[in-house]
């Protein structure tokens, strides 16, 4: 079955999350007075912006920081959210797109690598759902890894969208017209979509070869206590 | 999670299981949690709780989840987060569990989890502890006691004095212990919070009336009359019409004038008032629930205890009014509702709970200890009367014994005269048997003897059958 690469870019959509429910991904790292504060979790931009102090300050008093921080995280946090409303306007292009999104995080002891295919044009999709089976799977006991989990799926996902909004823009702009439209999607992380491409060509099939099984295979591994320290170590010399 | 958890409770009965140990609530305040490790302490106006089922005060207080307004917010949702926190609470119920632990842990958007866990928290499902003051409506008690505090000064001889639990300002009514030269205001009085050696019963209760800084004069008091007719609940407006005096003043001489009119009481603008009323309104439920626990032993220790218990925020409440309005309002109230309950009740038990109240009054007012009050009288006329029950029950019970021994005793003596009766038969017995041996020696020896001598013997055997 072959999928002609012009009529599968679809007429433009507005921006939004590519999953069910539209949550941005915030991050923070913050650091005041020798105290470096890191933080990744899912934000409901519908949420009154209220809520953003409101959480500020409950985080602060709960990990016991500074009150310095109260400002400096809601700041953070409320930029971060203008950006994603900015982007909200806009038209993005979501070709018959199917990403990659690889994992590897670190969460505590648990060291996580993944690899695998997700479809940014279901808009039903979950990355909270994913990230309860994949911790249900793999027996996770950290609690702490799903969110985590879910988290990167969604960062990454956001990337991809602000990409598309970006590629729109310069479809808009290009004159090329068609050949330009199909060029700007294939050169900007549409190496995706050609994948597709290559994918469900009509002699290939559907089953991955197992020479390429063992990119895709989730890696789970607990570390100890050594391990966690000379990774952390490592991380910090490379923020620095 | 939940094989890891030292709390788990039996799944099933969850409903039940968390409030048990409620009914008698915990004494001590002190203490935060009761010492086994298979009892969590729950609220009992959290008793809806269950792990199996979302009850209505969830749907109301949570909407967001229940209107399909979201795909992601669903029921299934929420149930995952409250269990979640919850069992994560349930695992050490003595650490308070904050924000960001759970919200580390729990996979979603940060806003929704927050609403989730400030319900719980507020609702005592989580992070309950009996000292923590969590309780919106303490918190607005104390924002409205606070307000009405004036300047801060620490001399004992004045009339403004500071408590030595809370540090705040002493209205109203205060509790002075001479003993160990303590003062606390009637918020930690109620709550218990006071040095581990200090008891209850050793305070004494210091009225600072109002009245003594803003006397009311005959003509402020008519005025005062005169606009609550013309503006019944506007006490703005009555504030406004006497002269001189705030809305508080106006208010507090109104309950105190010596009218019945602490009993007509219903709406009314200020939650000042609507405390005060509620707290008349409120002893007849307090009674009446401490009349169903009647857990109170009548001891001088034990009758105090209604005061200090504070996790239940309706006794509490409760408590810290009756405290703070004074005994007379308290006992007349409480004397009403209890007057009220025994109508319902046989005449009979009403008369000897008159009797008992007026007993207890006696012996209260002879032991000359003025904190005592018709909430205590009355659950101590409670426990009086289930003593008089127990002890019916037991008399009922040892004349069942009675009878039943006697029963046994007639038994044995029955069987003993059969027993002789017996005995007897078998002596006759024996000595028919012995005739009858000797019977037969004779008709041997007569035969023999007939033998030898013919005749004779045939004579003799017939005479001897005839």
Redesign the interface.
Known sequence: MKLPATSSSKAPVKFRMPT??N?VPIRLDIETEGQRYKDA????P??PDS?VV??AK??V???KLPPQFITQIAQSIQTQLTEFRSYEGQDMYTAEKIVPIKLDLRVNHTLIKDHFLWDLNNY?S?P?EF??TFCNDMGIED??V??AV?FAIREQLYEIAIQSVASAREIKISKKGRRGAEHAISSKGGGNALDLMKLFRYNSSVVRKRKEWYVYEPIVDILSNEEVDALEAREDRNTR | ?AAKSPVKEPPGTSAVNPTTPLAPPPVKPELPSSSEPDVVNVPSYSRWFSFDSISECEVKFLPEFFDSR????NPRVYRYYRD?IVKHYRENPSRKI????V??????????I?RVFDFLETWGLINYFASVKTLKWEDKETKSSAASAESSSALKETSKRLCNGCKTLCTIACFACDKYDLTLCARCYVRGNHRVGVSSSDFRRVEISEEARSDWTEKETLQLLEAIMHFGDDWRKVAQHVSGKSEKDCITHFIKLPFGQEFICKESDSEDVDNKFFSINNPSDAVSESENVGATSPSKRMRLTPLADASNPIMAQAAFLSALAGVEIAEVAARAAVTTLSDVDDRASKGSLMRNTRQQEAGVASNGDATQNALARASVDASSLIEKEELDVEKAISGIVEVQMKEIQDKIIRFESLDLQMEEEWKQLEQVKNLLFVDQLSVLFHKSNARKNGDRTEENVKTDVS
């Open positions: 069910a429910d949550l979790f899912t934000w409901n519908s949420d809520e409101v959480f409950r985080t008093r709960d990990l039903e979950d909270e990230a309860r609690p702490e799903g969110p879910a | 999670m979201s795909p992601s917010k979640s904050t924000f960001t632990d919200r580390r842990t729990l996979v979603g958007d940060v806003g929704s927050r």
